[in-house]
């Protein structure tokens, strides 16, 4: 079946635009993550959905950082006034129950760079 | 709270020779714990996973790992390395919302 998938793949931007960045999980996956890649370190945590609430975002770096999955599928990483900084790989992880001894399936990552 | 380390940042071995990546975990509880794999410009694919059954995991394309709590070890092992594991490996304890923390990555280099 389909996996993860994520959109854009690439995206460039100028510091101080705003940019969403677009998370498909697997269907039927009632968990997903978001987490951040930068050059040459492992991902971390940015925020985990349980269905359509954001049960934990204690990873999200400020509050420039937003994420919403409203109808429990689909979700949006937002990032307002982006900054040098937040140049990295993107990554959306679900799945099926959140359980701690679930699998999670990644998406391939939107790769953002601003400029 | 749970973390991993991986004792080696980059590993180099010769095609056909033993494989063996050095993971030690921290955790308050009994951990559930994953390795990854990452081939360039490719996403993070599941090797296998220590759920507390099995202590010896076996997972895809030869490797397993061997969950030891008296050392808080979890090291993963391949008999016989391909040209093709050359990827970078990640070690990664879950919480109990499954949030993953993710060791700093071992990258693998298989020389013919």
């Known amino acids: 079946g389909a996996g993860v998938s994520q959109t854009p793949s690439n995206k460039v931007t100028e510091k101080g635009k705003y940019v969403e960045l677009r998370c498909d999980p697997i269907s039927g996956h009632t968990a997903l993550y978001w987490y951040r890649q930068s050059l040459g370190q492992g991902p971390e945590f940015l925020i985990y959905f349980q269905g359509t609430g954001a049960a934990d975002d204690s990873g999200l770096p400020n509050d420039r950082f937003f994420a919403v999955r409203p109808e429990g599928s689909v979700s949006t990483l937002k990032i307002q006034r982006t900054e040098r900084g937040d140049s990295a790989v993107y990554l959306c992880?679900?799945?099926?129950?959140?359980?701690?001894?679930?699998?999670?399936?990644f998406g391939p990552g939107t790769r953002l760079t601003v400029l | 709270a749970q973390s991993v380390t991986q004792l080696d940042s980059h590993v180099s071995v010769s095609e056909g020779t033993p494989v063996l990546l050095r993971c030690n975990y921290s955790s308050s509880y009994s951990p559930s714990l994953f390795w990854y794999v990452q081939h360039p410009n490719k996403g993070l694919q599941l090797l296998l996973k220590?759920?507390?059954?099995?202590?010896l995991v076996k997972g895809i394309n030869g490797f397993e790992a061997e969950f030891k709590k008296s050392e808080t070890s979890f090291h993963l092992t391949k008999p016989s390395a391909h040209m093709s594991d050359a990827a970078e490996y990640f070690c990664?304890?879950?919480?109990?919302?499954?949030?993953?923390?993710f060791g700093a990555g071992t990258q693998v280099v298989v020389t013919p």
């Open positions: 992880a679900s799945s099926l129950e959140g359980q701690i001894t679930d699998t999670q399936y």
């Open positions: 220590y759920t507390s059954a099995a202590t």
């Open positions: 990664v304890v879950s919480d109990s919302w499954g949030k993953l923390q």
